[in-house]
């Protein structure tokens, strides 16, 4: 029998918060904000815009309040804010501008500890209380389960583990769980896996997936978790967003690439790739280097405007 693929799938732009939060750059508030309104012009209508974190910690980050302030109203647009705790979320709600808390729990006690200063059990609880404080709030919440396929300090992660985590967060009702792939170690056969195991424990909530490209398997990732039944995919145009702890690696899977990918493969995105690459071309610069991005370097296909001269 054919393998029947999902008809679309929802592409969450990540670039100004996990794109840029490793980048040593410092990008200004107006950047940021330019590079919302162009995800959202090229068809974006989900976008992790900031983080609620320690700004000593997290420089980049800083300017939390000022990029929400600043944040085009618009009532398709799904603004989400990436919080830690209870201060977090409340700072995010504050803003009046946060559509959507993400909360995280870390899947290994030792990053959990090193990220946000609790046990893994601990950031469980810390998300469920996220997600009830969004709720209390009229709001809505997601879950990302980081290190969910392989941990910094602590290595192998296993897959028992993370759908219990999985489970557990469930209980509060997020919109979606997300299984993050933080340092970028995955493999296919791992997120057919796991992704079968969480769904087997969540019900209908829908499973997003956070791939980096770290080592090259990115894409293999996104196709493999579409396959399992992965709704969402978060995404970074350029392919911003290099890992804390492999530097110089190539970062979260790319906007543009995973469009060419999924609307060549006949699912649709919602996304306009000229205008992803053409957001690539200005990005560049204000990073001063070139992105990790394929796409943006080689052009779509077909190519209309190539044709003529490739032909001649
Ligand atoms: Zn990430």
Sequence with gaps: MATVYTKSVEIVEVSPRDGLQNEKVPVGTDDKLGLIAKAIDAGVR???????????????????????????????VTYIGLVMNQ???????????????????????????????????????????????????????QATIAASFGCPFEGEVAEGRVIEMARAVAEAGPVEIALADTIGVGNPAHVTRLIAGVKSVVGDIPIRVHFHNTRGTGLANVWAAILAGASNIDASIGGLGGCPFAPGAAGNVATEDVQYMLERAGIETGLDLAKLIETNAWLAPIMGKQLPAMVAKSGGFPAPHNQEKELA
């Design 46 to 76: 989900r976008i992790e815009v900031t983080s609620f974190v320690n700004p000593r910690a997290v420089p980049q980050m800083a300017d939390a309040d000022a990029v929400c302030a600043g944040l085009p109203d618009r009532d398709d």
């Design 87 to 141: 201060r977090g979320a409340d700072r995010a709600l504050a803003t009046g501008r946060i559509d959507q808390l993400g909360a995280v729990c870390v899947a290994t006690d030792t990053f959990a500890m090193r990220n946000q200063g609790q046990t893994s059990d601990g950031s469980v609880e810390a998300a469920k209380a996220i997600i009830e404080t969004a709720r209390e709030a009229g709001k809505t919440a």
